[in-house]
């Protein structure tokens, strides 16, 4: 295969990335899933490296993870009601078991206890519940032999990268389709020649046209994932924000269960995302029996019945819309239309300030009913309004703002010094 040299790939990937990622844009919201041989310690999928755990004593885990067959259905069928439209799971963890039926080692799902392949079952859920199909993928190697002496030894480095290059060969050869490969922790080495990322991602994109690849190969690729916080990548750079579940672990720890994320944290994550115009991935780490972590059910569902509603404001092409007009809630936007999430319920009226662009109507998204409003200079005040928030179930209520025009919003406007 002939190898372009960065200048070159990097522009084809920039050429073809808005049709790649059209569907990615429109999906917003996604479920990341680890699983693997630390959800049977249940202290976090670091566990391994912080408890100071023997390789020798790690490995037995393999004998015992067995999980119920095709668990994956029930966390796909989970994120389809969540409203969530694509399904990122752990192929392979920092730990080094491989959770598909890799040729590279024996230290994998189907060689040890499970005897299954349990990427494939990722994939045929994603498949029959209608979600595009994400591979989560460890550079990072804790188990293999050369994993950490690749950093200074030739020889060694040569063939932790012919099993990387293989692992990822695999993975995008045998099962169709796949939409996004998402790798992990560059380590040991730190720049993208030591990984030879532009040979392996070439060939990824030669086996998948389609793929959308994050920017932990140490390449910037298609898109930036910020990790625990949902903050906007730097202009031009398409992003997306994972976060736990929990604050504390992405790997299944059922004593992290009482920091758990409720329906309305879900949906601030989500306008932030909205907002931004990035995405958000959402993490459920399962026990090791495949099951969902109860703790997560019923947020989701609750944002997943919220999101039928007022889906509107979330799925689709998005315009950012950063800024703040009332500290009752915060925007998305689409093209002339503003969404505007009140979570903070003012009574009778709600006045949103910055707006110089003349305002056409205002409603309520889920029933469309129109909202009276007076207009000045720089504020919108919208008037005889319920007392009481809408939303019973979430307490999100979504106001769409429709204006002749692409609103004119100044956000710098509007501070209270300037209004003095
Ligand atoms: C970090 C952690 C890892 C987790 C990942 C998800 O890099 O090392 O455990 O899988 O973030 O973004």
Not at 11 to 21: A, E, G
Not at 41 to 68: D, H, T
Not at 262 to 290: K, Q, W
Not at 304 to 323: P, R
Request: charge should be positive; aromatic fraction near 10%.
């Amino acid at each position: 295969m002939k190898i372009y040299s960065k200048k070159q790939y990097e522009s084809k990937v920039d050429r073809t990335r808005p049709q790649r990622m059209k569907w990615w844009n429109e999906a917003r919201y996604g479920m990341f899933v680890h699983w693997g041989l630390y959800s049977l310690l249940g202290r976090n999928e670091w566990v391994q490296a912080i408890e100071c755990i023997s390789k020798k004593e790690y490995e037995k885990l393999a004998m015992q993870f067995c999980p119920k067959p095709h668990s994956a259905r029930e966390w796909a069928r989970l994120a389809k009601n969540a409203g969530m439209k694509y399904m990122v799971m752990t192929t392979k963890h920092h730990e080094g078991f491989c959770l598909w039926n890799t040729e590279q080692t024996n230290y994998n799902a189907v060689k040890t206890a499970c005897g299954r392949d349990l990427v494939a079952e990722h994939v045929d859920a994603c498949r029959e519940f209608g979600l595009k199909i994400g591979f989560y993928y460890s550079l990072m190697d804790w188990h293999h032999p050369d994993g950490a002496r690749a950093a200074h030894d030739p020889a060694a480095r040569q063939r932790f990268l012919d099993f990387t290059k293989g692992c990822v060969r695999e993975l995008m050869t045998n099962y169709g389709k796949i939409d996004i490969l998402w790798y992990d922790v560059a380590r040991p080495f730190h720049s993208h020649e030591g990984w030879e990322s532009l040979a392996m991602n070439q060939m990824v994109r030669s086996l998948q046209p389609h793929i959308l690849i994050n920017n932990r190969s140490l390449l910037n690729e298609d898109f930036t994932t910020p990790e625990e916080r949902v903050e906007a990548a730097e202009s031009g750079r398409e992003w997306e924000a994972c976060m736990t579940f929990n604050n504390v672990s992405w790997g299944y720890m059922p004593s992290a269960a009482c920091d758990r994320h409720s329906s309305r944290d879900i949906l601030n994550m989500l306008n932030t995302a909205c907002s931004g115009t990035g995405n958000l991935l959402l993490n459920i780490g399962p026990a090791p029996d495949g099951s969902i972590p109860q703790e997560a059910i019923e947020p989701l569902i609750t944002v997943g019945k919220w999101l039928k509603k007022n889906g509107e404001a979330v799925y689709g092409k998005l315009d950012k819309s950063n800024g703040k007009a009332s500290a009752c809630g915060n925007f998305s936007r689409k093209g002339k239309k503003v969404y505007f999430w009140c979570r903070y319920w003012p009574g009778k009226e709600l006045t949103l300030g910055g707006f110089k662009t003349l305002l056409k109507s205002a409603r309520f998204l889920i029933n469309n009913r129109k909202i009276e409003f007076e207009q000045t200079k720089n504020r919108i005040i919208l008037k005889n309004m319920p007392l009481r928030n809408p939303d019973k179930s979430v307490g999100v209520t979504v106001i769409v703002l429709e204006f002749p025009t692409t609103p004119r919003h100044d956000v710098f406007d509007n501070t209270p010094a300037l209004h003095i």
